[in-house]
């Protein structure tokens, strides 16, 4: 089941620089999307969503980009920060379902 | 800030046993989930669960799997007779309400089966 994939298994990126998350879609029922946060031996936390009939969310440091069009969603982080070093989740929904469906994960470092 | 907590944060049980898996979900939520991550792999769904009966499940969901709200705190994933495939990390999850989309998920429980 690949519905939302992560292609990028990992990424590096200096202190300061945007890190740029990307996340692809194949189910056109999905109307939601998140993004979590997971440092080892921990939980996912929730750090931003978006809804279909947006295009763009932001929320600090962190902004949301859906192309739906392209099937396509981006994480935005900029500044990157040392703290932020950790693996990051896309995950999808449809309106009306329970699950969420997660794609594999990125796993993001933050070179000082 | 409410989060939601789990219980054991780690789980060793030999083939075959049963195991029980504890959450507490925040406390003004009314939908509760399961999910888990095999090492190495995706978090997949498990089931989701409402108003005391469930909603969704997964094909991961089998007969050896159940789950009950036993008091209006808790929720617990039972695995009646685990398997060495069991072995995973288990996170629960809730949220508000239907209109809700956000999922807040604990710390998990990292289920060994020997």
């Known amino acids: 089941d690949q519905q939302v994939k992560q292609n990028s298994p990992s990424l590096s990126v200096q202190e300061g620089r945007i890190s740029i998350l990307n996340c692809d879609y194949t189910?056109?029922?999905?109307?939601?999307f998140l993004w979590y946060k997971k440092y080892p031996a921990e939980g996912p936390t929730f750090l931003i969503s978006?809804?279909?009939?947006?295009d763009k969310n932001e929320d600090g440091r962190f902004t949301v980009f859906l192309n739906k069009s392209a099937k396509h969603l981006s994480l935005h982080i900029v500044p990157s920060q040392p703290g932020d070093s950790a693996v990051y989740f896309c995950?999808?929904?449809?309106?009306?379902?329970?699950?969420?469906?997660f794609g594999q994960g990125t796993r993001l470092t933050i070179n000082p | 800030e409410p989060e939601v907590t789990q219980t054991p944060s780690h789980q060793v049980t030999q083939m075959g046993q049963e195991v029980i898996l504890r959450c507490v979900p925040i406390?003004?939520?009314?939908?509760f989930y399961w999910y888990r991550q095999i090492l190495g792999q995706k978090v997949e769904f498990l089931v989701s669960?409402?108003?005391?009966?469930?909603?969704?499940k997964s094909e991961i969901f089998d007969d050896q799997f159940s789950v009950e709200r036993p008091d209006g705190s808790n929720f617990t994933l039972k695995i009646r007779s685990t398997k060495l495939e069991d072995s995973a990390m288990y996170f629960c999850?809730?949220?508000?309400?239907?209109?809700?989309?956000?999922?807040?998920f604990g710390p998990g429980t990292r289920l060994t089966v020997l």
């Open positions: 999850a809730s949220k508000t309400g239907l209109a809700a989309d956000t999922q807040y």
């Open positions: 189910n056109s029922m999905f109307d939601y």
């Open positions: 995950a999808a929904s449809k309106r009306g379902a329970q699950k969420l469906v």
């Open positions: 669960f409402y108003n005391n009966e469930i909603s969704e």
């Open positions: 978006i809804s279909s009939i947006k």
């Open positions: 406390s003004n939520h009314l939908y």
